[in-house]
């Protein structure tokens, strides 16, 4: 049982990254997915949210307008496609699953699976 997120990498600022995050072992749609991101020396934060079937998504206001998050549950898979990065966007991105649903604590609740992280570096 795992979930494996891939798709990072080095990209010039003003580039775009397609992150994708892949179940194996159960079912993805059972599960609402996150993605997060932790930068050298800062803490995780919450990028972005999707609810089991894709009705409901969120984003952290630094990304905004910026990434859009996606899910195809017959591929057992969840993207994050990252557009117009920044430097400050630089960090290793992790999904996680959470069989709860959204709510204003979303982020900092225990996930009941983590993906192993990607490393994205936006630098020119």
């Known amino acids: 049982v795992q979930l494996q997120a891939s798709g990072g990498g080095l990209v010039q600022p003003g580039g775009s990254l397609r992150l994708s995050c892949v179940a194996s072992?159960?079912?993805?749609?059972?599960?609402?997915i996150g993605w997060f991101r932790q930068a050298p020396g800062k803490e995780r934060e919450g990028v972005s949210y999707?609810?089991?079937?894709?009705?409901?998504?969120d984003y952290a206001d630094s990304v905004k307008g910026r990434f859009t998050i996606s899910r195809d549950n017959a591929k057992n898979t969840v993207y994050l496609q990252m557009g117009s990065l920044k430097p400050e966007d630089t960090a290793v991105y992790y999904c996680?699953?959470?069989?709860?649903?959204?709510?204003?604590?979303?982020?900092?609740?225990?996930?009941?699976?983590w993906g192993q992280g990607t490393l994205v570096t936006v630098s020119s």
């Open positions: 996680a699953a959470d069989y709860r649903a959204y709510n204003s604590r979303w982020f900092v609740l225990p996930k009941n699976y």
């Open positions: 072992g159960f079912t993805l749609g059972d599960y609402n």
């Open positions: 999707i609810s089991r079937y894709g009705g409901v998504t």
